[in-house]
């Protein structure tokens, strides 16, 4: 079994900094993608930002310049280092991998979220 799980979320100001982490365990072979969605009251689950095996990296285009997507393939966890933050990134923040298993060439998980709240 896989599982991913998100922490670092919390209540920050307008302009200020945040730091997500999400950390993979279970029976995993290789970690093909690892990201990060997110969704706010009402609205649309949205892409913030993914990267691959490779190092190749995708952000949304609210985010990008941001917001900033890195991982650490040995110890199966992805980052999202966000500054600047705005009352618009208010919104649970979901860890999303592609992962292959013995049994499996890839197959899509994903965390329970960690909460992001930008408020004065």
């Known amino acids: 079994q896989v599982h991913l799980v998100e922490s670092g979320g919390g209540l920050v100001r307008p302009g200020g900094s945040l730091r997500l982490s999400c950390v993979a365990s279970?029976?995993?072979?290789?970690?093909?993608?690892m990201g990060w969605y997110r969704q706010a009251p009402g609205k649309d689950r949205e892409l913030v930002g993914i990267?691959?095996?490779?190092?190749?990296?995708k952000y949304g285009d609210t985010v990008t310049g941001r917001f900033t997507v890195s991982r650490d393939n040995a110890k199966n966890v992805v980052y999202l280092q966000m500054i600047n933050l705005r009352p618009e990134d208010t919104g649970v923040y979901h860890c999303?991998?592609?992962?292959?298993?013995?049994?499996?060439?890839?197959?899509?998980?994903w965390g329970n979220g960690t909460l992001v709240t930008v408020s004065s």
């Open positions: 990267i691959t095996s490779r190092g190749t990296t």
């Open positions: 999303h991998a592609v992962i292959a298993t013995m049994d499996h060439y890839g197959q899509d998980y």
């Open positions: 279970g029976s995993i072979f290789y970690i093909n993608a």
